[in-house]
T-cell receptor, first 112, second 109 residues
Framework: KAGVTQTPRYLIKTRGQQVTLSCSPI?????VSWYQQTPGQGLQFLFE???????NKGNFPGRFSGRQFSNSRSEMNVSTLELGDSALYLC???????????FGPGTRLTVT | TQLLEQSPQFLSIQEGENLTVYCNSS?????LQWYRQEPGEGPVLLVT?????EVKKLKRLTFQFGDARKDSSLHITAAQPGDTGLYLC?????????FGAGTTVTVRA
C-alpha cells in the first residue's frame, strides 16, 4: 500500500497570506489528523476528521481550518499567516479514530 | 502543559551502550504508542501497548506499559547509530491522541 502523501513538501509564504496544504491518506483509512510540529512546542494536535466530519479539535485559533472529502483526502488551510506559523505540518491517517497513526513526510512551511 | 511527560529530553550515548527512555502521565490511557522520527521525516509507529504490565519486544527494543496504564518505558539494548532519532510516546483516550514532547536520542559511532 502506498503511504500517506502530503503536498507540497516545502512552502514559503509572506505574513498575511493564506495557505492550503493537502494530504492523501493510506487507502482504506478514514481518519485523518493534522499536527503542527515546532522545536519549542513539539507535536501539537490541530484537528481530526473521520468520514468528512471533524471529530476533535486542538487548541488553535480559528485561522486554522480543515476539511475532508468523500475519498478521505484532506486539506488544511491557514489564513492570515503569522511568523509563528512557521512549522512542520504533519498529516496522519488511521483506520479508526485515536488509533495508530501513519504519518506523511510533512509540509515545511516558512512564513517571512 | 504536556499530558505526557517524557524523560530525559536529550540522550547521547556511545554505540553498544544501553538506554532507557520514559513516558509518564497522571492520566490512564486505553493504549500507548511509541514512534521514532528522523530529521525531515514524519514519525514512524514502532509499537502499540494496550494491557497494563504488557511487555513487547522489537529486535533490540523492549517496550513496557505500566500496570496502571499511566506510564511506559522504551529500552534499547546495544544501541546503534541507526537508532538515532526523536522518540515520541502517544496516549489514547476519549477519542484523542496526546503526544509527549519526545526524547532526542543520539548514538555516536
Amino acid at each position: 500500500k502506498a503511504g500517506v502523501t502530503q503536498t507540497p513538501r516545502y512552502l514559503i509564504k509572506t505574513r498575511g497570506q493564506q495557505v492550503t496544504l493537502s494530504c492523501s491518506p493510506i487507502s482504506g483509512h478514514r481518519s485523518v489528523s493534522w499536527y503542527q510540529q515546532t522545536p519549542g512546542q513539539g507535536l501539537q494536535f490541530l484537528f481530526e476528521y473521520f468520514s468528512e466530519t471533524q471529530r476533535n479539535k486542538g487548541n488553535f485559533p480559528g485561522r486554522f481550518s480543515g476539511r475532508q472529502f468523500s475519498n478521505s483526502r484532506s486539506e488544511m488551510n491557514v489564513s492570515t499567516l503569522e511568523l509563528g506559523d512557521s512549522a512542520l505540518y504533519l498529516c496522519a491517517s488511521s483506520l479508526l479514530t485515536k488509533r495508530e497513526q501513519y504519518f506523511g513526510p510533512g509540509t515545511r512551511l516558512t512564513v517571512t | 502543559t504536556q499530558l505526557l511527560e517524557q524523560s530525559p529530553q536529550f540522550l547521547s550515548i556511545q554505540e553498544g551502550e544501553n538506554l532507557t527512555v520514559y513516558c509518564n502521565s497522571s492520566s490512564v490511557f486505553s493504549s500507548l504508542q511509541w514512534y521514532r522520527q528522523e530529521p525531515g521525516e514524519g514519525p514512524v509507529l514502532l509499537v502499540t501497548v494496550v494491557t497494563g504490565g504488557e511487555v513487547k519486544k522489537l529486535k533490540r527494543l523492549t517496550f513496557q506499559f505500566g500496570d496502571a496504564r499511566k506510564d511506559s518505558s522504551l529500552h534499547i539494548t546495544a544501541a546503534q547509530p541507526g537508532d538515532t532519532g526523536l522518540y515520541l510516546c502517544a496516549g489514547g483516550s476519549d477519542y484523542k491522541l496526546s503526544f509527549g514532547a519526545g526524547t532526542t536520542v543520539t548514538v555516536r559511532a
